[in-house]
């Protein structure tokens, strides 16, 4: 090898050196593998759960409502007087009228009386009801026995509520797998192409070798071999472009996966086909049965309709049951009662039109719920088939990429050899080369296309955890970049 020859094995070498130095060991990982991990490590999940969570206790809170209130309160109060009643007054005046009486009954009798009256005007007539300060510490319960249809109403909502909370976190669980799918398979994807670029660079470096060694036997121009030189240096650069990509790719799945940034990954699950893909139809009545979102308008309808009934209850009386009882006390009076029950009923007749008003509110927001939800369905149908017809775009374009696929690594080859005949540019094999690789990226690129589309197709009908049934058809077509 001659001194220029050896410089430039010298200058791609130590890329690839520099470029080995930065990478650790890779760790093989499948789509199912991948999947599982996001689904057990993902704060996302988490998140998901603990709604759910909140959702669940709603609704038990919500039975509470049918359920008697026991409640236990506490009084003290100092009074600025006991109350007491005084009948000192009235002892004098009955004393006055009786002493006038006397003279009138027999000798005997009078004496009878006068001592009495004498008695009575010694007494104190003042009785203390209840001292000025008392305690008291007593139990309540209430119980609801009809309120128009409010405590049912508000049961059915926290049911609702919780539908409506699993149905959100079924669109959020859907949107992380298709978020796997699409930086999963863009490592896959980069890491083809970054193969690719090494190929490209391999043949550059190959060929410039080839016009330095043309140029020294006088076959070619040195403009040929500067141009070669030239167009190895932009594979240099073209090859560590792709090498960053990759690893932007990897950080973004480790992200998704939440590992540690230092791994590497090296997607064991290729990149596909399904060539016995179902009908539009098929997909579009998945979707109206099953997208989160689709179900997350149909529940706001019917939280819609509980506010009707929760509305119209306005109009109903309310009727209760209570109970108290004293369960200690401190200087309380002994004329207080021990315990009391009885039952009530509240009936608004008149306040300003408000019901009514609400009332018409709750109807209008039921109607505005089935508009959305009409639209919604035929927003996921018109998505669907946007969807599908994109798959089948992206199918299609795989059997006219490989024919020119074929085509062009025939033809880097004839150039390859009619530039060491001499009858070829150093631009022909450039072209040929490129024009290759931009062919097998191309493919690859509408296997990844197809690929996230398919996830996208399966969020949107709701049927995101079997993304992995169709990845792992018999009949599928591997895409790879051999």
């Known amino acids: 090898m001659n001194k220029k020859s050896f410089l430039v094995a010298l200058l791609v070498s130590s890329v690839y050196q520099a470029n080995a130095n930065n990478d650790t060991i890779p760790q093989m990982l499948s789509i199912d593998e991948a999947l599982h991990i996001t689904m057990t490590s993902n704060p996302m999940m988490d998140a998901i759960k603990y709604e759910e969570d909140a959702a669940n206790k709603e609704r038990k809170a919500a039975l509470g409502l049918y359920f008697p209130k026991i409640g236990v309160v506490g009084t003290y109060a100092l009074l600025s007087d006991d109350i007491a009643i005084d009948a000192n007054p009235v002892k004098e005046e009955l004393g006055a009228v009786a002493g006038s009486l006397l003279p009138i009954l027999p000798p005997n009798l009078q004496q009878i009386v006068a001592g009495k009256l004498a008695q009575l005007a010694q007494k104190d007539l003042r009785m203390v009801i209840q001292d000025n300060n008392f305690g008291v510490v007593g139990a309540n319960v209430t119980m609801p026995?009809?309120?128009?249809?409010?405590?049912?109403?508000?049961?059915?909502?926290?049911?609702?509520?919780?539908?409506?909370?699993?149905?959100?976190?079924?669109?959020?669980?859907?949107?992380?797998?298709?978020?796997?799918?699409?930086?999963?398979?863009?490592?896959?994807?980069?890491?083809?192409?970054?193969?690719?670029?090494?190929?490209v660079l391999e043949g550059m470096h190959k060929h410039l070798e080839d016009a330095i060694a043309l140029e020294e036997n006088g076959m070619i121009a040195k403009g040929e071999r500067l141009h070669a030189q030239s167009y190895e240096a932009d594979a240099v650069k073209e090859y560590n472009n792709a090498k960053l990509f990759e690893n932007t790719i990897n950080t973004a799945l480790l992200t998704t996966l939440n590992q540690e940034n230092e791994m590497?990954?090296?997607?064991?699950?290729?990149?596909?086909?399904?060539?016995?893909?179902?009908?539009?139809?098929?997909?579009?009545?998945?979707?109206?049965?099953?997208?989160?979102?689709?179900?997350?308008?149909?529940?706001?309808?019917?939280?819609?309709?509980?506010?009707?009934?929760?509305?119209?209850?306005?109009?109903?009386?309310?009727?209760?049951?209570?109970?108290?009882?004293?369960?200690?006390?401190?200087q309380l009076t002994k004329y207080a009662p021990k315990w009391a029950i009885g039952a009530g009923v509240k009936m608004n007749i008149f306040d300003g039109l408000h019901r009514e008003h609400k009332y018409g509110a709750a109807k209008s927001t039921v109607k505005q719920a089935d508009a959305y939800r009409e639209k919604a369905?035929?927003?996921?149908?018109?998505?669907?088939?946007?969807?599908?017809?994109s798959l089948l775009s992206s199918a299609q374009q795989i059997p006219a990429l490989e024919a020119s696929v074929e085509f062009a690594k025939e033809y880097l080859r004839i150039k390859e050899v009619a530039f060491t005949e001499?009858?070829?540019?150093?631009?022909?094999?450039?072209?040929?080369?490129?024009?290759?690789?931009?062919?097998q990226t191309e493919r690859l690129q509408a296997a990844y296309t197809y690929d996230i589309t398919l996830a996208k197709l399966l969020e949107a009908c709701g049927q995101s955890e079997r993304f992995l049934e169709y990845c792992t058809r018999p009949s599928n077509q591997i895409i790879s970049y051999k």
């Open 145 to 199: 026995i009809f309120t128009g249809g409010k405590i049912i109403a508000a049961n059915n909502a926290a049911r609702i509520k919780q539908k409506e909370a699993e149905a959100k976190g079924m669109q959020n669980k859907s949107a992380l797998v298709s978020e796997l799918i699409e930086r999963y398979y863009g490592l896959s994807l980069s890491q083809q192409v970054t193969l690719l670029r090494e190929q």
């Open 264 to 330: 590497r990954i090296l997607p064991a699950s290729s990149l596909f086909i399904v060539t016995d893909l179902e009908s539009v139809d098929y997909f579009k009545k998945m979707a109206l049965a099953g997208n989160p979102l689709v179900e997350q308008v149909k529940l706001k309808g019917e939280l819609a309709r509980e506010g009707v009934k929760l509305q119209r209850s306005e109009f109903m009386p309310q009727v209760a049951v209570m109970g108290v009882v004293d369960v200690y006390n401190h």
């Open 377 to 389: 369905e035929n927003d996921i149908q018109a998505l669907v088939e946007k969807l599908y017809n």
């Open 422 to 439: 001499g009858s070829a540019t150093s631009n022909d094999v450039v072209d040929a080369r490129l024009h290759l690789a931009k062919k």
